[in-house]
Antibody, heavy 121, light 111 residues
Framework: EVQLVQSGAEVKKPGESLKISCTTS????????IAWVRQMPGKGLEWMGM????????RYSPSFQGQVTISADKSINTAYLQWSGLKASDTAIYSC??????????????WGQGTMVTVSS | QSVLTQPPSVSAAPGQKVTISCSGS????????VSWYQQVPGTAPKLLIY???ERPSGIPDRFSGSKSGTSATLDISGLQTGDEADYYC????????????FGTGTTVTVL
């Protein structure tokens, strides 16, 4: 059974750093891309970027380039999303999702349960 | 603001059919496959349709997708109360962003 299990909810202060995780099981981790998707309170889905765990090839949305870092550790089948200086506007639910391909045929067939990140002073 | 435009909401009675549109351009829908996702409030999105009109295993055939030019459509027939959710289209976009884009989202209400 394919599973993507994310780390728990976080409450942080502005300026703090954070790294959330997405641990996968039930499939070959290096054969699929992992994407991160943001959903701000009451808003829609936003693609942040995605990584190929096989070789760590990473693509970012221009909206998130330089704001976050996506990484993966194929030894433990886990992908990460991290911030070095959180802002209140980073308050959102962050979800990881698996894609068999990148480009014209990208689709996200399995999703994590989401991690709520709250940034407040 | 997303480059894929959907109606904010659609509604119909149980058993009826709803159609959700997703309008884009040649840099996205016109040249790439479209997927559709269902998100019941408080839960993770679920893939309903991929490659314009293919259903993953376990998705009932009440859900169907199509595409024409730079627009895509999701049809939900035999509407059920459990279909109340937000629906998003998505596809690759090769404009300035060169990445994946989701539609603005549509809320389906079963009257």
């Amino acid at each position: 059974e394919v599973q993507l299990v994310q780390s728990g909810a976080e409450v942080k202060k502005p300026g703090e750093s954070l790294k959330i995780s997405c641990t996968t099981s039930g499939y070959r981790f290096t054969s699929y891309w992992i994407a991160w998707v943001r959903q701000m309170p009451g808003k829609g889905l936003e693609w942040m970027g995605m990584i190929a765990p096989f070789d760590s090839d990473t693509r970012y949305s221009p909206s998130f380039q330089g704001q976050v870092t996506i990484s993966a550790d194929k030894s433990i089948n886990t992908a990460y999303l991290q911030w070095s200086g959180l802002k209140a506007s980073d308050t959102a639910i962050y979800s990881c999702a698996r894609s068999p391909r990148i480009g014209a045929t990208t689709n996200f067939d399995f999703w994590g349960q989401g991690t709520m990140v709250t940034v407040s002073s | 603001q997303s480059v894929l435009t959907q109606p904010p909401s659609v509604s119909a009675a149980p058993g009826q059919k709803v159609t959700i549109s997703c309008s884009g351009s040649s840099s996205n829908i016109g040249n790439h496959y479209v997927s559709w996702y269902q998100q019941v409030p408080g839960t993770a999105p679920k893939l309903l349709i991929y490659d314009d009109n293919e259903r993953p295993s376990g998705i009932p055939d009440r859900f169907s997708g199509s595409k024409s030019g730079t627009s895509a459509t999701l049809d939900i027939s035999g509407l059920q109360t459990g279909d109340e959710a937000d629906y998003y289209c998505g596809t690759w976009d090769r404009s300035l962003s060169d990445g994946y884009v989701f539609g603005t989202g549509t809320t389906v209400t079963v009257l």
